[in-house]
């Protein structure tokens, strides 16, 4: 696997096809292989030249334990010291999650390294805050509890996210979900970009109507995935291809 550096730490990425560059950066507990797994990479191949990374304490990339590592500044870097490595001045980014959230902070703090932004069911009003409250309700318990223990007993539930967290350091995980958690939103200063955006969520999703709030706020393209929650608007990226690759291209027909 080809490898960036950024901030001392090493980020692995993979290159497919040929074409405008587009990144994929996939969702918390999840590497760039799971893009590959959705049909995404092959399809999107055929078009662009797709990189797919493995984000810092996942996969083949360097797991730091501290925080720090994981703030949104060092997310945009990493991700530019992957453009730089791949050779791309500027590219396309699709992310979905933790992707969209990094995506988020490329656009604010990288603009002229992106295209396009496309990000898939992330809160960039209040960010993951405004799904703590609701899961703590629905799971029946206080508003001051840790939600990583349910977050990670849930995505073990997955074999795919299993495999990565069963192959992961723990320490590393725990860190990068902290940092992931504690982050504000980034609605005014991504309001202030330049960056081309589409937004996309399930409408069963807690994160759906934020979205969508900023995207009718803002004129930010915006498309919704009929009966989809977090998990399976995950599942479903091959019903939201068609939209972002009219997207990627500039067709609005």
Known sequence: MPIARSNGYRISYQIAGDGPPLLLHPGMFQTGAHWTRTGCTTTL????????????????????????????????DYVTAVLDAAGATKAAFWGYSLGAFTGYAVAVRAPERLTRLVAGAFDPIDGFRS?????????GLPADTDPYPFMHQAATADPALAAVIDAADPAALRANFQAFAHEPGQHHALAATDVPMLMYAGTEDFWHDPM???AQQTGTE????????????????????????????????
């Open 45 to 76: 191949a055929a078009t662009h030249t797709v990189i797919t990374v493995d984000p810092l304490g996942l996969g083949a990339s360097d797991a730091p334990h501290d925080p720090a590592a994981y703030t949104l500044a060092r997310r945009a």
């Open 131 to 139: 799904a703590i409250a609701p899961v703590l309700r629905h799971l």
């Open 212 to 214: 969508r709030t900023f």
């Open 222 to 253: 915006f498309f919704s995935l009929p009966g989809a929650d977090h998990q399976t608007g995950w599942d479903r990226a091959a019903d939201a291809l068609p939209r972002v690759l009219r997207f990627l291209t500039g067709d609005q027909t």
